[in-house]
């Protein structure tokens, strides 16, 4: 059922767009945690809460798109 209910849920696209130089330490380790390490990269998450809160502490350094 698990896995079911996985591929019904949407995802995100979380690109880093800005630098973390300047961030804070929490800002940093948020963004290594998405799996995101340079300008550019683009990672793919399962839509949660916890990713989208996530990316809420960075959202100004990334930008995000809904995957269906």
Do not use: N, Y
Not at 20 to 48: E, H, M, N, P
Request: glycine letters at 8%; a positive charge; proline letters at 1%.
């Amino acid at each position: 059922r698990t896995a079911e209910r996985e591929q019904e849920m949407a995802e995100l696209r979380v690109t880093q767009t800005k630098s973390k130089i300047g961030g804070t330490q929490v800002q940093r380790d948020t963004l290594r945690s998405l799996g995101l390490r340079r300008i550019g990269d683009v990672v793919v998450k399962a839509d949660r809460p916890e990713i989208r809160g996530m990316v809420h502490a960075v959202r100004h350094l990334v930008t995000v798109e809904e995957v269906h």
